[in-house]
């Protein structure tokens, strides 16, 4: 019976969990906290070892381009991560195998396996965070996208900004939870009521009172969101499903929902898609879908690609 530590890194916020036989184990006693170097993450491991006992195996689930499940070739939120082969760094430190996977495969793998991706041959998910992230299911099979890296349809209050990844306007700039975040304490920071230790939360406060700014500048958020899906839905006419993930996006959704499904519909070209439109968000019979799996998709998913890569000798 195989024991995987299985770790989700984010750019402001990294996830811990135990899966043994098929069974992920996490809550307050896996709490982690974020390392900002690798030091950090090699006192979180060891710290864990001690307490959890040593595992069979680690998979590390993080943000940006993977190469061979191995090396973290660049992380645009983690850049302490940027040129680091991880299975080396788990070989050299404690001696156990390790696979890494972008964040977005594994996210998807856990849904396919356990949420609302499960049975669905094509399918976009996306999630809305501190970055913003994206992988296609194509007949079956994970494609590895960085859809937060294309050029933004919309650029919040008509301004330039720089992305992570060192180029302007991404996606990722203008709509994701981080990008909010950071328009929000340049524009209100001034402000006695303003929570900077929390922008998000002082926004859904404002749109839930009616402030139109609040309200303007999530209907603008979810027009851009809206577009940014219908486009990707006209390139890839197969897709049944697109569900979405992150905090942010979690969280924002019911700001933004009808911004959303308005721009989708004057964009989206084919009428199977518009029908599935119209049914409520998490109908069965609709197209866009909250993630079932409560933030815990990409640990679910490290452990299912680790299994996928090493194979039935390290089976979960």
Known sequence: ?????????????????????????????????????????????????????????????????????????????????????????????????????????????????????????NALMFTFSTGLGGAMVVDGKIIISEPGHMKSPVLLYGSSRLCGCGKRDCAEAHLSGGAVRNHLKEAFAWREDFNEEDPCAYLDRKATEGVPWATNLYDEIGAGIGEFWASAINLFSATERIVYMGTFGIKAMPFMQEAIQKAMRNRLMFEHHQKLLKAPIDDDYGLIFETALEGKNALYGAAAVYEEVLGEHHTI
């Open 1 to 121: 019976m195989a024991k995987i530590f299985c770790f989700d890194g984010g750019g402001s916020k990294w996830g811990f969990g135990v899966m043994v036989d098929g069974q992920l184990f996490t809550g307050d006693d896996y709490k982690v906290l974020n390392p900002v170097n690798l030091e950090d993450l090699k006192f979180i491991v060891g710290k864990a070892i001690r307490e959890k006992g040593k595992p069979d195996g680690i998979a590390i689930a993080t943000a940006g381009v993977i190469i061979d499940h191995k090396t973290v070739q660049v992380s645009p939120n983690i850049h302490w991560l940027d040129g680091v082969d991880l299975v080396k760094w788990a070989k050299d430190n404690w001696g156990v195998p390790c696979v890494v996977s972008n964040d977005m495969e594994a996210a998807v793998a856990g849904e396919m396996a356990f949420g609302n991706l499960k049975g669905i041959k």
